[in-house]
């Protein structure tokens, strides 16, 4: 009751009295949607209250930055606190969350694609929703209250978990028959040397996923070294290009020019992709046509020796012409980013005030970077140099980012390959090991450590690892193509907020 009482008192506080000195005035901030709610409100208020003064409820016109409110239900609020935890989004600027809904836990599951483990998350899962009434009325402590708030996305990364593991064709590292018969058989009819002599393509490819024949023989490795490291290439390069492309969307919205098409997001797009979409396209020809070409060779000597002869590495006619105009492309495009817009600014800098000694007022058309309160609420002395600086930081930091970007997606490789060699290390070193005895205590005992291994090595520490992968390839390499996120939330006043406060 106190902490109310002093809530109420320091919101008093904030408004101000008319010339008469009668009533308050008080100014804030509400979602368009709830106009009329609030109206109707303040007049039930005025009728209980007895109230010898009307309540007069009009709109204002503001220079300050409104704050930023996105309507979520037990469902998305989890992916929105994710997104928060990076930086509130400013006020119409593309929410991240709409997106991460479906590319966070698909990302998750690409380096935790087990089927048998997605199983276990789904039934933890499973548990928190289907007991969500009484455990959202209970006092939890800090770990099953994050799972708990975070129940759905534990849902959908257990999901998509399942899909990747039934593409990988792992079981707790076991591989199975579900989708028909092996492709390959044993060299001479003989199984004895299979693991050692390899194996013979017999049929037509497995249908769906990883052949189960592969495991365990002496191509597995190799073979999956390369399908998840072309694959986290694939999938790093198509996220990255979707950020450039959000943020074309995001200029458009705003109407920043400059931005929009000409000397920001075309030089940004061509210089992806004449470098790394390139070589998304070179995976694809290779898997397509079964060329033995070496990719590395191909990136390497299209910077070293761009007009030398390909050799075996040509997987296309006209490909050593393609490869100089892509080069040529991305050269031009750094430059593009670089100078024309710093130029552009001090020209309409000079225009606008033409005649008058320089004085610069932000606005979204001329310096769509600047702070939102900052730039419409002050006038600034215009500095070339600053300006020119900046943009210099931002053509060099997405240029070098273009290159590091993609690196940081073979982690997708790097955390799906360790989780199934750990997988697998388990499974024959603890499992196969004690069931090899007659004992029956023997047995036992491996089969509870191995249990105690799957669930707190597996299940706990690597499903942490990968979500913190995860979080950061969408804060680092997805989200700083469009999103800003230096804004501020919308926080009503609410008895409600302050029970949560003191609970």
């Given at each position: ?255 920043n020019a400059l931005d929009i098409s000409r000397y920001q997001f075309i030089p940004q797009l061509i210089f992806l992709n004449s470098l790394f979409g390139y070589l998304s396209l070179l995976i694809l020809i290779k898997w397509c046509t079964g060329s033995k070409a070496d990719l590395y060779h191909v990136m390497i000597y299209m910077f070293l020796d761009p007009a030398g002869d390909l050799g075996e590495n040509q997987l296309f006619w006209g490909q050593k012409e393609l490869q100089i105009l892509l080069l040529l492309l991305a050269l031009v495009a750094v430059p593009w980013m670089l100078f024309p817009k710093p130029f552009i600014l001090k020209k309409l800098h000079k225009e606008r005030f033409q005649g008058h000694s320089y004085r610069f007022l932000g606005t979204s058309e001329m310096d769509p970077d600047s702070e939102p309160d900052s730039a419409r609420s002050r ?125």
């Amino acid at each position: 009751m106190v902490k109310k009482e002093k809530a109420v008192y320091d919101t008093l506080n904030m408004l101000n009295f008319d010339v008469t000195k009668k009533c308050l005035v008080g100014e804030g901030w509400c979602p368009i949607f709830a106009k009329s709610q609030i109206e109707d409100v303040l007049q039930r208020a005025t009728l209980h209250s007895n109230s010898q003064v009307g309540i007069i409820f009009h709109e204002m016109d503001t220079i300050d930055s409104p704050p930023t409110y996105f309507r979520t239900d037990k469902f998305t609020n989890a992916f929105q606190e994710i997104v928060d935890a990076y930086g509130v989004g400013r006020y119409e600027e593309i929410n991240p969350a709409v997106y991460s809904v479906i590319t966070f836990p698909f990302l998750f599951a690409v380096m935790f694609g087990d089927w048998g483990h997605g199983i276990c998350l789904l039934l933890g899962a499973l548990f928190l929703i289907l007991r969500e009434k009484k455990l959202s009325s209970q006092k939890l402590d800090s770990f099953t209250e994050m799972a708990f708030g975070g129940r759905y996305v534990i849902l959908l990364m257990a999901l998509f978990s399942i899909y990747c593991g039934l593409i990988y064709n792992e079981f707790f590292s076991v591989p199975f028959h579900i989708f028909g018969k092996s492709a390959y058989a044993c060299r001479e009819n003989s199984c004895s040397d299979a693991y050692t002599a390899g194996l013979v393509k017999v049929r037509d490819p497995y249908p769906f996923g990883v052949d189960p024949s592969w495991r365990g023989s002496r191509s597995e490795l190799p073979f999956l070294n390369s399908l998840k490291m072309k694959m986290s290439i694939l999938m790093g390069v198509s996220q990255m290009n979707l950020g450039i492309l959000l943020s074309y969307f995001d200029a458009k919205f705003h109407k920043n020019a400059l931005d929009i098409s000409r000397y920001q997001f075309i030089p940004q797009l061509i210089f992806l992709n004449s470098l790394f979409g390139y070589l998304s396209l070179l995976i694809l020809i290779k898997w397509c046509t079964g060329s033995k070409a070496d990719l590395y060779h191909v990136m390497i000597y299209m910077f070293l020796d761009p007009a030398g002869d390909l050799g075996e590495n040509q997987l296309f006619w006209g490909q050593k012409e393609l490869q100089i105009l892509l080069l040529l492309l991305a050269l031009v495009a750094v430059p593009w980013m670089l100078f024309p817009k710093p130029f552009i600014l001090k020209k309409l800098h000079k225009e606008r005030f033409q005649g008058h000694s320089y004085r610069f007022l932000g606005t979204s058309e001329m310096d769509p970077d600047s702070e939102p309160d900052s730039a419409r609420s002050r006038h600034d002395d215009f500095n070339f140099g600053e300006v020119f600086v900046h943009q210099m930081i931002h053509s060099i930091e997405f240029v070098l980012g273009a290159v590091s970007n993609t690196a940081s997606y073979l982690r997708l490789w790097a955390l799906s390959l360790a989780h199934s060699e750990l997988s697998t290390v388990f499974y024959e070193k603890l499992l196969l090991f004690a069931w090899g005895y007659d004992s029956l205590i023997f047995k036992l005992v491996g089969l509870i450590v191995f249990a105690f291994a799957t669930a707190f090595i597996l299940l706990g520490m690597e499903s942490l690892s990968a979500f913190l992968h995860a979080l950061r390839l969408h804060w680092v390499e997805f989200m700083n193509k469009f999103y800003h996120g230096d804004g501020y939330k919308f926080k009503p006043f609410s008895f409600a907020t302050l029970a949560d406060d003191e609970e």
